[in-house]
C-alpha cells in the first residue's frame, strides 16, 4: 500500500505532524487522517487526540479517490480488541471516544 504523503508539506495537530495534502480529513482538528491507497482499495486510519469524545464528519476528496458516493461506504472491519464492527455513510457522523483510533476501509455498498 501506498501512504499517501508529502515530507515537505505538514501541518502541525498539537505534538504530530500529518500531511495538509491528504485526500481525508476530518472537521476536527484533533482528530486527523491519513490515507493509505493500493489499486483498487482505500484504507484509512483516524485517531483522536481529543480529551473528550467528538463526532467526526469527514471531509472527502472523492475526486482523487475516485469515489462515487452514491456507491460508497466507510466499513470498519472488526479487529480483535481493536475495534468493532460498524459501515457508515460518506456523509454519516462517526463517534470517536477520546484516545481511540480506527480503520477505515473505503467500498461499495
Same mark, same amino acid.
Given at each position: ?18 500531511? @495538509? ?46 469515489? @462515487? ?10 479487529? @480483535? ?10 456523509? @454519516? ?17
Amino acid at each position: 500500500m501506498k501512504v499517501i504523503r508529502n515530507p515537505h508539506s505538514r501541518i502541525r495537530t498539537n505534538s504530530l505532524t500529518w500531511p @495538509d495534502e491528504c485526500p481525508v480529513k476530518t472537521n476536527h482538528g484533533e482528530v486527523p487522517a491519513t490515507v493509505y491507497r493500493k489499486k483498487g482499495r482505500t484504507l484509512f486510519s483516524l485517531a483522536s487526540w481529543a480529551a473528550e469524545p467528538v463526532a467526526i464528519r469527514l471531509n472527502i476528496d472523492r475526486q482523487s479517490l475516485l469515489l @462515487d458516493p452514491r456507491k460508497s461506504v466507510l466499513h470498519l472491519p472488526a479487529v @480483535d480488541s481493536f475495534q468493532d464492527e460498524a459501515t457508515y455513510r460518506l456523509d @454519516d457522523s462517526i463517534p470517536v471516544p477520546p484516545g481511540k483510533s480506527y480503520l477505515i476501509v473505503f467500498g461499495p455498498q
